[in-house]
Nanobody, 125 residues
Framework: VQLQASGGGLVQAGGSLRLSCAAS????????VGWFRQAPGKEREFVAT????????YYADSVKGRFTISRDNAANTIYLQMNNLSPEDTAIYYC???????????????????WGQGTQVTVSS
C-alpha cells in the first residue's frame, strides 16, 4: 500500500501547479483520498477530498474556487489543480487515503490511514 505525491515546486503568486498522487490499485479504485498541507510552524490542515466514484468532494474554505480535486481511477492517480496561488498556500502537501471500501470522503485527518511522503509547494510574492 503506497501513495506517492509529486508535482510540487516554486511558483510566483497568481501561478498554478498540479499535484499528483499515485496510489496502489487497491486504494485507488475504492478509497476516498484527501489532500492535506502543513505550513512551517503550523498544524497539518485539510485541503480537499474526493470519494471513490468522484461524486463526493469537499474543499477547505481557504482553497474553494481556486483548487480542484479530481481522480482518474484507470490511472490510479488523483490530482489537485491549484490556481491563483498565494504565499499563504506555501506548505508541504500530503495525499492520504481511507481504507478501501469506505465510501465517505472526510475532512478529518484521523479518518485517513495511508499517507504519502509529501511534496513541497512554495509560492513567492
Amino acid at each position: 500500500v503506497q501513495l506517492q505525491a509529486s508535482g510540487g515546486g516554486l511558483v510566483q503568486a497568481g501561478g498554478s501547479l498540479r499535484l499528483s498522487c499515485a496510489a496502489s490499485g487497491r486504494i485507488m479504485s475504492n478509497s476516498p483520498v484527501g489532500w492535506f498541507r502543513q505550513a512551517p510552524g503550523k498544524e497539518r490542515e485539510f485541503v480537499a477530498t474526493i470519494n471513490g466514484n468522484g461524486y463526493m468532494i469537499y474543499y477547505a474554505d481557504s482553497v474553494k474556487g481556486r483548487f480542484t480535486i479530481s481522480r482518474d481511477n484507470a490511472a490510479n492517480t488523483i490530482y489537485l489543480q491549484m490556481n491563483n496561488l498565494s504565499p499563504e498556500d506555501t506548505a508541504i502537501y500530503y495525499c492520504a487515503a481511507r481504507f478501501p471500501g469506505n465510501v465517505v470522503a472526510s475532512r478529518q485527518m484521523s479518518d485517513y490511514v495511508y499517507w504519502g511522503q509529501g511534496t513541497q509547494v512554495t509560492v513567492s510574492s
